[in-house]
Nanobody, 118 residues
Framework: QVQLVESGGGLVQAGGSLTLSCAASRSSFSFIGFKEMGWYRQAPGKQRELVAT???????NYADSVKDRFTISRDNAKNTVALHMNSLKPEDTAVYYCTAKLLATNYWGQGTQVTVSS
């Protein structure tokens, strides 16, 4: 029904930058927009945690650990969301998951690995 495809992960040195992108598509309810889109991450041995989200009206929400370093943006017409990550730290290493909320259901992508070397 809803598919999320992420891209842009990879290996980067500490202090570097990466941009993650996610494209959402769906086979039904095409006339309804995704109310919320965002990114979560999960490091080895840890729970999945919020990174950043953005509502269709533009309101954003960031985890304290990434404020002033990451920026989330979305294109409502294209149903895409991006995460621009600067000043990356080794502790940012994780699998990053795109998420999108359609009506009352949250959908998830398969995840993309981000590895930050020290």
């Amino acid at each position: 029904q809803v598919q999320l495809v992420e891209s842009g992960g990879g290996l980067v040195q500490a202090g570097g930058s990466l941009t993650l992108s996610c494209a959402a598509s769906r086979s039904s309810f095409s006339f309804i927009g995704f109310k919320e889109m965002g990114w979560y991450r999960q490091a080895p041995g840890k729970q999945r945690e919020l990174v950043a989200t953005v509502y269709d009206g533009g309101t954003t929400n960031y985890a304290d650990s990434v404020k002033d370093r990451f920026t989330i943006s979305r294109d409502n017409a294209k149903n895409t969301v991006a995460l621009h990550m600067n000043s990356l730290k080794p502790e940012d290493t994780a699998v990053y998951y795109c998420t999108a909320k359609l009506l009352a259901t949250n959908y998830w992508g398969q995840g993309t690995q981000v590895t930050v070397s020290s």
